[in-house]
């Protein structure tokens, strides 16, 4: 049996960067964290050389406490390699007139933009209906909402022209 921290560099060998990226975040999540980023870095520093090991040093980088689905973690590998600024992860926002909290899963607060990963969760005619009224809400303070789904992650390239377009739009 191998520890968290171990089995994260081992998988190296055999995922690409947004698979081991993904791990990674489960890993370190902060609702049960099973590692510390530190324990990786620790682990891989052990390592040496072999296989998968640059691919592990690449992606340690880009492992993060707060993603919190496979498919946001994948999002955020892309944004990253994109070049894109790196934005706040499932933080907290206040809606201003009812007071109800609301957790956008990417955040640039500079340009006011949030960016939600639509998976099949929202396909739930009430799931749908809240999402619609949550949209309403923050795009009534000001904040432009652009939905993603699983096809938009199968053509990187589109969806980071996309996202690019909208953030110079909105920090002019």
Request: glycine residues 6%.
């Amino acid at each position: 049996m191998t520890s968290p921290a171990r089995t994260w560099c081992d998988l190296a060998a055999v995922l690409d960067l947004e698979d081991l990226v993904a791990v990674g975040d489960y890993l370190v999540s902060r609702r049960l964290p099973r590692v510390t980023i530190a324990e990786i870095r620790g682990r891989l520093a052990l390592m040496g050389s072999g296989r998968g090991i640059r691919l592990a040093r690449r992606a340690v980088d880009l492992v993060r406490d707060a993603s919190e689905s496979r498919p946001e973690s994948r999002l955020r590998v892309i944004l990253a390699v994109s070049g894109l600024p790196e934005p706040t992860i499932n933080h907290t926002l206040v809606d201003t007139e009812t007071g109800k909290h609301l957790r956008p899963d990417f955040l640039f607060a500079d340009a006011k933009v949030i960016l939600e990963y639509q998976g099949d969760y929202h396909r739930s005619m009430s799931q749908w209906r809240k999402d619609m009224t949550r949209r309403s809400r923050l795009e009534a303070q000001g904040w432009y909402v652009m939905e993603i789904n699983a096809d938009d992650l199968g053509d990187p390239v589109e969806l980071v022209a996309r996202i690019r377009s909208v953030l110079a739009r909105r920090t002019r």
